[in-house]
C-alpha cells in the first residue's frame, strides 16, 4: 500500500475535489493519504513556503494536482511552494510523483501549462515521474473528479 502526499494547486476548488475525492477513495483500498493544500491555505503569510519544500524531503510518493489560471499561470496557493524549490532546488531523487493537471482546451496555448510547469521542475529536480500526465479538459468533462479517479487508481497501480 502506497503512502502518498497529495499536493493541490487550486484557485476556484477543482482541483480541490479533485485530491479530497482521491483520498478518500485511495484509502479505501487502504493506501495512506495526505491532502497538503489545506495547509498551503492556512498558511499566514502566504508568500512564504511553509516547510513544504522540506517536508517532501520526507516523502516518497507525490501525487501533484494542480489547475492553470491567468494565462498559464500556476495557481497562487501552490506558487510559494514552486518559487522555493525553483530557488533551493533540492535533491529530489528518491521521489516518485505523478501529475493531474486541470486546464481548458479553449485556452490552446497555455492549456494546462500549470501541471506541466510543475512537472518539469519536479524532473529537474531528480523525480520519477510514473506514468503519463493526465490533464483534464474543463470543455468536454464536465467531472474531473471521475476521470480522475480512473486514473488514479491505474497510477497507484504503477507505484
Ligand atoms: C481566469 C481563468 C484563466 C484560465 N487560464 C487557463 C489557462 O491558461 N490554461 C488552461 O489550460 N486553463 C485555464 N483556465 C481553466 C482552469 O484551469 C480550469 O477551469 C480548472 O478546472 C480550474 O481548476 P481550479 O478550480 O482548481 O482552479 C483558466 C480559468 C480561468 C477562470
Redesign the pocket.
Known sequence: MADILILV????????MVADLLQEELAKDGHAVEVEAKAMDKAKDKAKDKGGAARLAERGVVLICC???????L?ENIRPLYDALARTRPDLSHLRYGVIA????S?RE?????GKTIDALFASLGAERIGERLE?D?CTQPL?DEEALDWAKEWVSLL
Open positions: 494547486g487550486t484557485e476556484s476548488g477543482n482541483a480541490q489547475s492553470t489560471h491567468g494565462e498559464g499561470e495557481p486541470l486546464g481548458d482546451q485556452y497555455t492549456f494546462c501549462r500549470g483534464i474543463a474531473p
